[in-house]
Structure formats: C-alpha cells, structure tokens
C-alpha cells in the first residue's frame, strides 16, 4: 500500500473511533467547517511557501495540504479509489481527443 492509501485508511479509523490526544480526531471533533478552514490555510501556506522557500518547505507544506485534503475526503465519504476514477476517465478523455484530433492535424 502507498503511503497516502495507509494515511487515508488512519483518518477512516480515527473518524470511526476517535482517539484520545489525535489531532485528526480534534478536526473530526470540530466539524466539517473547520476542516474546510484548515484546507484553506494549508493552500495558502503552500502559496506562500512556493514562492518564498527552501524545496524542503515546500514538501513540508504540500504534505499538510495532503493530509486535510485527505481528512476532507474521509469528512465526506469520498474514497481515494472516486478519485482515481475520476482522473482515470479525464486521462481516457484528453487521450481519445488527442486520437481523434490526429487526422485534421495531418491534412
Ligand atoms: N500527516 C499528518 C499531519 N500533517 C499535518 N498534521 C497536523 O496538522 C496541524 C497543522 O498545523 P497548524 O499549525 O496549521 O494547526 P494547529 O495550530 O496545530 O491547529 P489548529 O488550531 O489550527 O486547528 C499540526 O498540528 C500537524 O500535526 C498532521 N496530523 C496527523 N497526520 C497523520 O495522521 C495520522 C493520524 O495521526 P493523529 O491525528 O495524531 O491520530 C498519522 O499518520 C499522522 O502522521
């Protein structure tokens, strides 16, 4: 399993259980709202971070993007295996556009 997958999986348990002194199980505490304001704080942080900083603060601040986006999907019951699907049908789209472009490209 990859990491996100092992992340996400984490998150599912904390929603379902809740454990005592986990921040993730803080932010399921608090509600949907508050998760959606912590997206956006770690959106801008990731802002910030990319036009003022070091490679590795980048990461850093990518990664807390990562891990509320995931807690947000876990809040709304959208499963990582949705999201693949989606990019899936986009990457079969763009490739079926891209065949059916070639001949006009040729004449
Ligand atoms: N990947 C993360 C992760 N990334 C970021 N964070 C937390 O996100 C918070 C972001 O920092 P901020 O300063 O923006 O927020 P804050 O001031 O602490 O909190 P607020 O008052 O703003 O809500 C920090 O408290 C980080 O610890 C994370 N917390 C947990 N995880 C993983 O989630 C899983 C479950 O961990 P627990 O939540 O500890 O059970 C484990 O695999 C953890 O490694």
């Known amino acids: 399993m990859k990491e996100l997958d092992v992340l996400y999986e984490?998150?599912?348990e904390r929603k379902?259980?809740?454990e005592e002194g986990s921040y993730t199980?803080?932010?399921?505490?608090?509600?949907t709202e508050k998760i959606l304001k912590k997206v956006g704080e770690e959106c801008s942080e990731v802002i910030i971070a990319t036009l003022a900083q070091q490679k590795e603060d980048k990461i850093n601040e990518l990664s807390d993007l990562l891990?509320?986006?995931l807690v947000l999907m876990v809040d709304q019951d959208i499963t990582l295996e949705e999201v693949?699907?989606?990019l899936?049908?986009?990457s079969q789209k763009t490739h079926?556009?891209?065949?059916?472009r070639k001949p006009i490209e040729k004449l």
């Open 10 to 12: 984490t998150i599912k």
């Open 16 to 18: 379902a259980h809740g």
């Open 25 to 31: 199980s803080y932010l399921f505490n608090k509600g």
């Open 67 to 69: 891990y509320h986006l």
């Open 84 to 86: 693949n699907e989606e």
């Open 88 to 90: 899936a049908k986009r």
């Open 96 to 100: 079926n556009l891209k065949a059916e």
